[in-house]
């Protein structure tokens, strides 16, 4: 008996004769590029190096987009970028050893972000393999050992044959929830030697579900249903899932109180009758959180930002929703379901009852206005006004993507995304220089809006070699640098520890020339003038600077 699924993989005649005479002069690095292609793939990130010139030769006879960075690392916050705007696995291609390894902070911050990034290296040769140390150039007694820590997952190929199956899996890796940084490895020879094997045409793009134990949603949601004070806290599993909508009818119908972690910016409606908004890091809200009968967690492990820095003791029942196993229930006890976030919320949408609560928004706008009364009484106009200013001057739909500075600290409490997706930090891993590469990333992803990058003048240093990068490919970013002349976050922590500081002072160039040097235009503001000159460099096509030269100051911690 012959089945469906039998005829379909029975070859054609056109593709049997393809197979048989594959086109000559193609080498391993051709079957990495058309296992990408036949993935999906439109554009890859990188930087070529000695080991990996089989890719990029392929490259050159493909129909992929490549997009060149100067540093590694900022390769890998581009890729970054790209995975979260687009939802797709963003292959970013890497040589041997230094570039490797040039890579590892980026892809730190793809993990704790659980942004899809495929990173494809090279390796030394095949004989230099397995721990001898040959001196080859780029050496590593255990290269894939340095990643194994970072990344979900660790394929390595040592044959051609091998390259189709090894990247699928690898991408299958990146996009099943929670998504995340993959990596494969291939050695040198195998990318550079001739191969018979035939093109590659087709794969297995779609990744595994993770769907909820319905046992455990049919608790969930008995709790919710006859809660009396049910909060919800949503963090950036929900913005990975695209669960936002559904997560506004689980807040709607249980009329529970939402609030959103610096991952989950904009998962939920800014001005909704029922947000909380995101200022999580204050006690008020963590109060109000700690007196819910029943707390649902959606995509967030509580981590030290989204529970207060650890100070956040819940008295009622917990239900977390979480992806990563390693996060669940990892640090309060409760109804654990690992799940993705839209299946589970689909679940509990199908079972939980109708809860009405008419007192729920009024208790809503009484924790916000605490929070308001707080802040006002620590006369930070500049910084309101400054932070104001950029959600006055960029568009609704445009995304901001906030290196680790203390606008951005800011931001994650009191910047209206506006919307899912749309406002991106690097408060995953916290390290410096994510914002103007990773704007580059989302440009080339969606070139339709412009994109906000925001930096402190220590972690513009970390990205300035990108001007290059923006100009070469025109993309559409304006990039904001609040340059208070050193690590103003750091001088601060130190300042209130031990009353001076170490190191957080820095010489730094005129931004605004420099700039101009890469052809890019760049223009010096003030707090008066920066929502017209932002404004003026977002709706101007190619990339921009904007300089506000300002020493801004922290809000006052509440968890001390």
Not at 288 to 311: I, K, P, R
Not at 337 to 357: G, K, W, Y
């Amino acid at each position: 008996m012959t089945h469906d699924h039998d005829l379909e993989l029975r070859p054609t005649p056109a593709q049997t004769e393809a197979a048989l005479n594959p086109p000559p002069g193609r080498i391993g690095g051709d079957l990495v590029v058309e296992t990408l292609a036949a993935l999906g793939t439109t554009t890859v990130f990188g930087l070529p190096g000695q080991h990996a010139l089989g890719m990029f030769d392929a490259l050159r006879r493909s129909s992929l987009r490549y997009i060149g960075l100067r540093v590694e690392n900022n390769a890998g916050f581009a890729a970054d970028a790209y995975g979260r705007i687009t939802g797709e696995a963003a292959p970013l291609l890497l040589s041997t050893g230094p570039g490797a390894l040039t890579s590892l902070a980026a892809l730190q911050e793809a993990a704790s972000a659980s942004a899809p990034v495929l990173a494809i290296s090279s390796q030394i040769p095949t004989p230099g393999l397995g721990g001898g140390r040959h001196g080859y150039l780029h050496e590593l007694t255990d290269q894939s050992a340095s990643f194994r820590g970072v990344v979900k997952s660790v394929h390595t190929v040592r044959a051609q044959s091998q390259i189709p199956s090894a990247i699928e899996a690898a991408w299958k890796s990146a996009l099943t929830a929670p998504h995340g940084p993959v990596w494969v490895e291939i050695p040198q020879d195998v990318l550079l030697a001739e191969t018979a094997i035939p093109v590659v045409t087709g794969g297995d793009a779609f990744p595994e579900e993770l769907p909820p134990r319905p046992e455990l949603t049919a608790v969930a949601a008995h709790l919710l249903s006859t809660a009396a004070r049910p909060a919800i806290i949503a963090g950036g599993g929900v913005v990975r899932a695209d669960a936002s909508k559904k997560l506004r009818q689980l807040a709607e119908r249980l009329q529970a109180p939402v609030v959103t972690t610096p991952g989950g910016k904009g998962a939920f409606p800014w001005k909704h009758p029922l947000s909380l908004q995101s200022w999580i890091e204050d006690r008020h809200t963590t109060d109000f959180l700690e007196d819910a009968d029943v707390l649902l967690v959606v995509g967030s492990g509580l981590g030290e930002l989204s529970s207060n820095y650890h100070t956040f003791k819940p008295r009622g029942r917990v239900i977390q929703i979480e992806a990563d196993l390693g996060k669940l229930e990892s640090n309060h006890p409760g109804l654990g379901i690992h799940a993705d976030a839209r299946l589970a919320l689909q679940a509990l949408l199908e079972t939980v009852s109708e809860r009405p609560d008419p007192s729920a928004p009024k208790r809503v706008r009484e924790v916000l206005a605490k929070v308001a009364d707080r802040i006002a009484a620590q006369e930070l106009t500049l910084e309101q006004h400054v932070l104001a200013s950029v959600r006055a001057a960029l568009p609704t739909d445009s995304p901001s993507f906030w290196d680790m500075t203390i606008l951005a600290y800011w931001a994650w409490s009191a910047f209206d995304a506006k919307g899912p997706n749309h406002m991106h930090s690097a408060q995953g891993a916290g390290g410096l220089g994510y914002g103007f590469p990773a704007a580059l990333g989302a440009a080339v992803a969606d070139p339709t809006r412009p994109v906000l990058a925001v930096s402190g003048d220590g972690g513009a240093l970390y990205s300035i070699a990108e001007l290059a990068t923006a100009r070469q490919h025109h993309l559409n970013v304006t990039w904001l640098i609040v340059d208070d002349g050193g690590y103003g976050i750091l001088r601060e922590y130190m300042t209130d520890a031990y009353g001076e500081t170490t190191g957080t002072e820095l010489a730094r160039p005129d931004y605004v020339a420099l700039a101009e040097s890469f052809g890019v235009p760049g223009v010096r503001t003030s707090a008066e003038t920066l929502e017209a000159d932002l404004r003026k460099a977002l709706s101007e096509p190619g990339p921009s600077v904007v300089v506000l030269p300002a020493v801004l100051r922290m809000f006052a911690p509440t968890h001390l």
